[in-house]
């Protein structure tokens, strides 16, 4: 990905998707420690993502993913974000996780947003919205994970050559 601008161009990530995720950081920040621990506890439950987790700290790694799950809400999705996101989708590559846990855990965390949000925005258009927004902010940094993945494999390829 060349910028943040052409990825949320992509993703039709508009100043309104940044304001709702900016308000919604409050309501997230009070849910922080209950998301790690359940991503956590997911995560430790799977014997392919223990093993990995088991070589790193298990508070330090719980601080890693609930920086993290903040950050969605810190609103400057600027190009310092977009390499803080590549940083991420490396740090995984190097740990030898498989990118398909990657893509479970997004949907852990989506499951537990989007619940989040039902359960405390009545009325039927903010709520909608401010789901758009968390789906994209969330792919977004899915695709971006996923294209660090991607760059590690091409790198093999022409390694081996
Ligand atoms: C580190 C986010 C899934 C294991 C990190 C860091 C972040 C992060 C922000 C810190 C990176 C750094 O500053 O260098 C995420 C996100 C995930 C995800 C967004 C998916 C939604 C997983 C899964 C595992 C995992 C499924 C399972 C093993 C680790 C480990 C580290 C780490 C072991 C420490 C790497 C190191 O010591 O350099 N993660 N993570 N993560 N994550 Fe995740």
Do not use: C
């Not at 940044?18 to 956590?40: C, I, N």
């Not at 993913?65 to 989708?89: C, E, K, P, Q, V």
């Amino acid at each position: 990905m060349t910028s943040m601008q052409d990825l949320k161009d992509h993703y039709g990530f508009t100043d309104d998707d940044e304001e709702l995720l900016k308000a919604f950081q409050p309501l997230a920040a009070q849910h922080k420690e209950r998301f790690s621990g359940e991503f956590h506890n997911y995560l430790y439950g799977l014997p392919e993502t223990t093993a990995i987790l088991n070589t790193s700290n298990r508070q330090r790694l719980l601080e890693m993913h609930s920086n993290w799950f903040m950050s969605l809400f810190g609103g400057a999705y600027d190009n310092n974000y977009l390499n803080h996101l590549t940083r991420i989708g490396h740090a995984h590559v190097k740990v030898g996780l498989n990118v398909h846990f990657v893509n479970v855990a997004m949907n852990r965390v989506r499951h537990f947003l989007l619940n989040l949000i039902d359960e405390n925005y009545p009325d039927r258009d903010e709520r909608r919205a401010l789901r758009e927004a968390t789906e994209k902010i969330l792919d977004m940094n899915l695709d971006v994970m996923s294209a660090s993945y991607r760059e590690e494999e091409l790198k093999k390829v022409f390694v081996s050559r």
